[in-house]
């Protein structure tokens, strides 16, 4: 089992490979089983607890697909710099207020004119349970980081 210092040097480690890169690519598995994708802003760092946070509309497909299959996948590259990360989690959507409160950027505005008062604003809230990625400067083998272990705390 993971304990807490390793799980911090993962998180803080993933955070270094992501860095810089301010888009994703969301994966989801649609309800006749086919896989979905589609580019996510970045505006949060990983959390403590291994948690990334994207902001969406409650009334969006992916939502729809969530709601059935949690799994997804959350990829992220800088070909400029050789680094590709993909992160296996399981999604749910988050309705808070305060929690959308916290993650709140104005920069957001651009997708959601009306800000917090946003009809159907909602947090994607994805939780890492692992993560493979290719960092070709310093290795052509990917490597991968396990955090399964705070997915269940």
């Known amino acids: ?11 803080d ?12 690519m969301l994966t989801t ?16 760092d ?4 291994g948690i990334l946070w994207f902001f969406t509309s409650t009334d969006s497909h992916k939502v ?9 996948n959350v990829s992220f590259s800088s070909p400029d ?4 990360v993909s992160i296996l989690g399981t999604a749910e959507l988050v309705k808070d207020r305060n929690k959308l409160q916290e993650k709140w950027q104005p920069k957001l505005q651009t997708w959601f ?10 947090l994607l809230k994805v939780n890492i ?19 399964l272990e705070l997915s269940h705390r």
């Not at 304990?3 to 998180?11: L, P, R, T």
């Not at 598995?29 to 949060?44: C, K, Q």
């Not at 990983?46 to 607890?49: V, W």
Request: glycine residues 2%; hydrophobic residues 30%.
């Open 46 to 49: 990983i959390d403590t607890d």
């Open 113 to 122: 004119p009306q800000g917090l008062d946003e009809p159907n604003l909602a």
């Open 64 to 72: 729809f697909e969530i709601e059935h299959c949690q799994q997804v």
């Open 81 to 84: 710099k050789q680094r590709y």
């Open 129 to 147: 349970n692992k993560a493979d990625y290719w960092d070709s400067p310093s290795s052509f083998r990917s490597q991968t980081i396990s955090l």
């Open 1 to 11: 089992m993971t304990n807490s210092k390793d799980s911090n040097q993962q998180i």
């Open 13 to 24: 480690q993933l955070r270094t490979l992501i860095k810089d890169i301010d888009h994703a």
């Open 29 to 44: 598995v649609d309800d006749d089983g086919s896989l979905h994708s589609r580019p996510m802003s970045i505006f949060s």
